[in-house]
């Protein structure tokens, strides 16, 4: 049973039928998906919540589909992990990290809005799907739709990194790489989705595909023992992860799943592509596009359709934003792989990057509790360390060899 009422205009709140709408046709506003929250709080409960399976539906009440889920049955509900040695690294009481980089099938955050659009787009009768990508979304929408047997079209910037053009064609999409910049790709597929009837994830079926991120914000909830931190660090490229990871916070407040909601939602952005923090840090309400120049491709979105959102959750929570150099990027990912095991892409690195930056700064209290995102797998960006981690020893087969070269 469906639990969707219609879409709704963020802007002049006009409503419109659940279809494959995107952009209100009076003010031009970004459309979003208005539920039922009433029978949503008869029917949902936590106790409901925690007897299901530990994939992302678990709160599909809640998720923007109108029968039972098709896609994404793995993806979802990845470790919320007890930071430790980065708590000692930093001198904090109480790390933890959202690890997305493990998620199923592509190790990224992708894979939940992704299994979002594509359940949607089936519903409303689509066979082909597409999408504009740096990257992770690339991935995400050929693994998913060749499980689902759907036609895929992936669209990205012709500079995007070798390992990410290979980590899409494994799949068997047609890949396009257009000559340009991500901004200059998506206009290119906001054209084409008037003239062919294909599913663009993040265009056409974008009211319903980002509404998946909320999942990031509702499992960081109900493993915390239905609490929420002081403080989530959040990477921000076109700006939806982070509105909605703050949407679904204040649903889980709003149904009763959590007493209260005092977490603050800082955005980080690298410095060579940062129009959503430079806009907190000039307390602006305008959003001025920017040419990318970063190693954190995966966020190198100049231009964030989001963007303004992303700037009232950040001052609505109370955060804050902050960007780092590629260079503090790197360090980033170093740390949190030698500390903690975990190899993430360039924007976990900028991440932690911010969220070091942050705590020096005094922006985030030593003492209070700190979720970073690490939203996607660093074998996805092998390139940006590539010539920064040093080399192997080599030595002959044998002992001699070995004692001479390894210093004991």
Same mark, same amino acid.
């Given at each position: 049973?469906?639990?969707?009422? *219609?879409? *709704?205009?963020?802007?002049?709140?006009?409503?419109?039928?659940? !279809?494959?709408? /995107?952009?209100?046709?009076?003010?031009?506003?970004?459309? !979003?998906?208005? /539920?039922?929250?009433?029978?949503?709080?008869?029917?949902?409960?936590?106790?409901?919540?925690?007897?299901?399976?530990?994939?992302? +539906?678990?709160?599909?009440?809640?998720?923007?589909?109108?029968?039972?889920?098709? %896609?994404? @049955?793995?993806?979802?509900?990845?470790?919320?992990?007890?930071?430790?040695?980065?708590?000692?690294?930093?001198?904090?009481?109480?790390?933890?990290?959202?690890?997305?980089?493990?998620?199923?099938?592509?190790?990224?955050?992708? %894979?939940?809005?992704?299994?979002?659009?594509?359940?949607?787009?089936?519903?409303?009768?689509?066979?082909?799907?597409?999408?504009?990508?740096?990257?992770?979304?690339?991935?995400?929408?050929?693994?998913?739709?060749?499980?689902?047997?759907?036609?895929?079209?992936?669209?990205?910037?012709?500079? @995007?990194?070798?390992?990410?053009?290979?980590?899409? @064609?494994?799949?068997?999409?047609?890949?396009? #790489?257009? !000559?340009?910049?991500?901004?200059?790709?998506?206009? @290119?597929?906001?054209?084409?989705?008037?003239?062919?009837?294909?599913?663009?994830?993040?265009?056409?079926?974008?009211?319903?595909?980002?509404?998946?991120?909320?999942?990031?914000?509702?499992?960081?909830?109900?493993?915390?023992? +239905?609490?929420?931190?002081?403080? =989530?660090?959040?990477?921000? #490229?076109?700006?939806?992860?982070?509105?909605?990871?703050?949407?679904? &916070?204040?649903?889980? *407040?709003?149904?009763?799943?959590?007493?209260? &909601?005092?977490?603050?939602?800082?955005?980080?952005?690298?410095?060579?592509?940062?129009?959503?923090?430079?806009?907190?840090?000039? *307390?602006?309400?305008? =959003?001025?596009?920017?040419?990318?120049?970063?190693?954190?491709?995966?966020? #190198?979105?100049?231009?964030?359709?989001?963007?303004?959102?992303?700037?009232?959750?950040?001052?609505?929570?109370?955060?804050?934003?902050?960007?780092?150099? %590629?260079?503090? =990027?790197?360090? #980033?990912?170093?740390?949190?792989?030698?500390?903690?095991?975990?190899?993430? !892409?360039?924007?976990?690195?900028?991440?932690?990057?911010?969220?070091?930056?942050?705590?020096?700064?005094?922006? =985030?209290?030593?003492?209070?509790?700190?979720?970073?995102?690490?939203?996607?797998?660093?074998?996805?960006?092998?390139?940006?360390?590539?010539?920064?981690?040093?080399?192997?020893?080599?030595?002959?087969?044998?002992?001699?060899?070995?004692?001479?070269?390894?210093?004991?």
């Amino acid at each position: 049973m469906s639990y969707i009422k *219609k879409l *709704k205009c963020r802007e002049c709140g006009k409503t419109y039928p659940k !279809e494959a709408l /995107y952009v209100c046709e009076y003010c031009f506003g970004p459309l !979003e998906v208005d /539920y039922d929250y009433d029978r949503i709080k008869k029917d949902l409960t936590k106790d409901v919540i925690e007897k299901r399976a530990k994939n992302l +539906w678990r709160y599909k009440e809640l998720l923007p589909i109108e029968r039972m889920p098709t %896609d994404g @049955l793995f993806s979802g509900f990845t470790p919320l992990i007890r930071a430790k040695n980065l708590e000692k690294y930093l001198g904090a009481e109480e790390i933890y990290l959202k690890d997305d980089s493990v998620n199923h099938p592509t190790l990224s955050f992708k %894979d939940r809005v992704v299994a979002i659009a594509l359940s949607r787009a089936k519903e409303l009768n689509f066979d082909t799907v597409a999408c504009a990508s740096t990257g992770n979304l690339a991935h995400s929408v050929s693994a998913h739709a060749a499980i689902a047997g759907l036609k895929r079209y992936i669209f990205i910037p012709e500079s @995007l990194e070798l390992s990410k053009i290979v980590a899409s @064609l494994v799949y068997n999409p047609v890949l396009i #790489a257009v !000559e340009g910049n991500y901004d200059q790709v998506n206009r @290119l597929c906001s054209e084409i989705v008037n003239k062919y009837k294909w599913a663009f994830v993040n265009i056409n079926i974008r009211p319903y595909y980002a509404e998946g991120s909320k999942t990031f914000g509702y499992e960081i909830a109900e493993q915390l023992g +239905w609490q929420t931190p002081k403080h =989530i660090i959040v990477p921000c #490229a076109g700006g939806s992860l982070i509105t909605k990871i703050w949407k679904g &916070l204040k649903e889980f *407040k709003n149904l009763g799943f959590i007493n209260s &909601l005092d977490t603050k939602i800082h955005a980080a952005q690298a410095i060579g592509c940062c129009p959503i923090v430079t806009a907190i840090k000039e *307390k602006s309400d305008i =959003i001025k596009p920017v040419k990318p120049d970063t190693i954190a491709k995966s966020l #190198a979105i100049g231009n964030p359709a989001d963007g303004i959102y992303a700037v009232e959750t950040v001052k609505e929570s109370g955060g804050t934003g902050e960007y780092v150099s %590629d260079e503090e =990027i790197i360090e #980033a990912i170093k740390i949190l792989a030698g500390e903690e095991g975990i190899f993430t !892409e360039t924007a976990g690195g900028v991440t932690l990057g911010v969220t070091i930056k942050l705590i020096k700064q005094g922006n =985030i209290p030593k003492s209070e509790s700190i979720v970073i995102c690490i939203t996607g797998n660093g074998l996805k960006t092998q390139e940006a360390v590539l010539d920064k981690i040093g080399i192997p020893i080599k030595i002959k087969p044998n002992i001699k060899s070995f004692e001479e070269n390894i210093k004991l």
